[in-house]
């Protein structure tokens, strides 16, 4: 039998407390007996487990900008001392992308020479590992470096492509689909919009869900209290909606009837002004922010409440939503979800089916949805049901880690063998 080959798996920052599917997604892997190791951009997360898993995850990755750059000159340049004529066909290929590329801003244009150095320093590093393919989370500065480090070291790459790394971050987007062996892609939508722009058969873009363990996630009943329990959680930026949520809860205070608690988990840059939202709403309105919270912590929560409500859209940036993985998880518990309505998130949550949609940014909508669930509790229970169901049959991590040792044996990357 052969050896098994090493798969570097890479991101921005891994592991990271708010990418659960990048380090779900490798552990699965391990499982299914896929030789994985890990590189990261950013130094990574430590702390997130008592000396478990992640935490010997962060100790054994190997970190690239954080190293600084002293480390990563020094790195470059004994690469190019010992591979000169590799590092210089490198080099001049991103100078090429760099200044010829129509698919990069041009602000990022001297970026991608620096990426470059930086997957030249990364090759140097992983020399020694016997790295046989590498595959990026994020289609911007991770599979930037990701792409040179391939070429520097001779072999394949791969990436998956989300939501904000697409759109605002995009990066040499059409260089990478053309280059890469294969491309992930966590929806048909993604599929659709990656053919766009490079046409390539389907079996070079599968779809591979950014899945949640359903073993992690047992259903649990709906409290079913006096009042309507919903939770919101995710960054709080304007792709998901949360000033909607706030203004839907004062508009059902005010108009009387329905009882509703909204409570939202996460942090980020609108927090200041969705706190003075808050401040402004009505007495009787029970809305609480809640403020960075871990995974483990969003599931408990997810437990306590009869309605989960992410009313994404997208931003006026050009910003939007994958297919979130937080909607995923509580719908894996067996919760009503509640969702703007973008064209990705159409294939997790069906509407009247697996959940309730929303056009995006439609406060009167929302009040609606709210109202109508707060006095059908039977239909929030259906729809919970049927929630976990469709977790079960599309977004399973087992089920979509299976579909990537599919892709690594298509591609050659995985010998029959190797994988049980």
Same mark, same amino acid.
């Not at 359903?214 to 649990?220: G, K, L, Q």
């Not at 009505?282 to 992410?310: H, I, K, R, W, Y």
């Not at 909607?327 to 697996?354: F, Y």
């Given at each position: ?232 959680? #995710? ?9 909607? +949520?706030?203004? %839907?809860?004062? /508009? =059902? $205070? !005010? ?99 697996? #959940? ?9 909508? +929302?009040?609606? %949805?709210?109202? /109508? =669930? $707060? !006095? ?45």
């Amino acid at each position: 039998m052969r050896e098994a080959p090493v798969i570097l798996y890479m991101s921005g920052t891994v592991p990271k407390r708010s990418e659960t599917f990048v380090y779900r997604e490798i552990f699965a892997l391990r499982e299914l007996g896929v030789d994985v190791r890990t590189a990261s951009v950013h130094e990574p997360t430590r702390g997130l487990d008592d000396n478990g898993p992640l935490s010997r995850m962060a100790e054994d990755t190997i970190e690239i900008y954080s190293k600084g750059v002293v480390q990563l000159l020094a790195d470059y340049f004994a690469e190019l001392v010992s591979h000169p004529v590799r590092t210089i066909r490198t080099i001049i290929r991103a100078k090429i992308d760099a200044f010829l590329s129509r698919d990069i801003p041009t602000p990022r244009r001297l970026k991608v020479i620096w990426q470059a150095m930086a997957g030249v320093a990364l090759a140097r590093r992983v020399r020694l590992m016997n790295v046989a393919h590498i595959h990026c989370h994020m289609a911007h500065v991770p599979a930037t470096i990701g792409m040179y480090a391939a070429s520097q070291l001779g072999i394949t790459f791969s990436f998956t492509g989300h939501a904000n790394d697409l759109f605002p971050n995009r990066t040499l987007l059409t260089e990478k689909l053309s280059r890469a062996l294969w491309v992930n892609c966590i929806s048909e939508w993604h599929r659709d919009f990656y053919k766009s722009i490079v046409d390539r058969p389907d079996h070079d873009y599968p779809i591979v869900r950014c899945g949640v363990d359903t073993r992690r996630y047992p259903v649990t009943p709906a409290p079913r209290a006096d009042r309507l329990e919903v939770l919101g959680v #995710g960054r709080l930026v304007e792709k998901k909606g949360f000033d909607v +949520l706030i203004q %839907a809860a004062g /508009d =059902l $205070a !005010r108009a009387g009837g329905a009882k509703v608690r909204v409570r939202i988990a996460g942090g980020g840059e609108q927090e200041p002004s969705l706190r003075e939202l808050v401040r402004q709403l009505p007495a009787l309105a029970e809305v609480e922010l809640l403020g960075d919270t871990d995974n483990d912590a969003v599931m408990d929560l997810v437990g306590q409440v009869d309605v989960f409500a992410l009313p994404c859209r997208v931003a006026r940036s050009g910003d939007r939503d994958g297919i979130p993985v937080v909607l995923m998880e509580a719908m894996a518990r067996g919760r009503c979800v509640i969702s703007g309505d973008l064209e990705t998130i159409r294939e997790l949550v069906r509407d009247g089916q697996t #959940g309730v949609m929303i056009p995006p940014g439609d406060r009167q909508a +929302l009040v609606s %949805a709210l109202r /109508d =669930l $707060a !006095r059908d509790r039977d239909r929030v229970d259906e729809l919970g049901k049927a929630a976990r169901a469709r977790v079960e049959e599309e977004f399973d991590l087992m089920r979509n880690a299976e579909r990537i040792v599919i892709a690594m044996r298509t591609h050659g990357v995985l010998p029959p063998e190797v994988v049980s």
